[in-house]
């Protein structure tokens, strides 16, 4: 498949011993196409205690001309 005007995308892989529920899909994220706004790797799954989430680094561009990360 091609999606147009994204690239870099990151599949999310899992941190700890507790599992997604079963039957759950991958999540694969992106941010877009610019160079300077992208999903940086790892793109990490985490349940704890059943609560589910996704942490991701993101690069963004910055008033000065040079890149930023956000969490």
Partial sequence: M???NVNFLNN???DGKNL???????IIMAAGG???DKIMARLV???VNG???IV?????NTAFGGGGVRW
Avoid at 20 to 26: C, D, I, K, R, T
Avoid at 56 to 60: D, E, F, G, Q, R
């Fill in 2 to 4: 091609i999606i147009e």
């Fill in 12 to 14: 999310a892989d899992v």
């Fill in 20 to 26: 997604p529920p079963n039957g759950a899909p991958n």
């Fill in 34 to 36: 610019r160079q300077m």
């Fill in 45 to 47: 799954y985490r349940n």
């Fill in 51 to 53: 609560n589910e989430s």
């Fill in 56 to 60: 991701a680094v993101h690069s963004v």
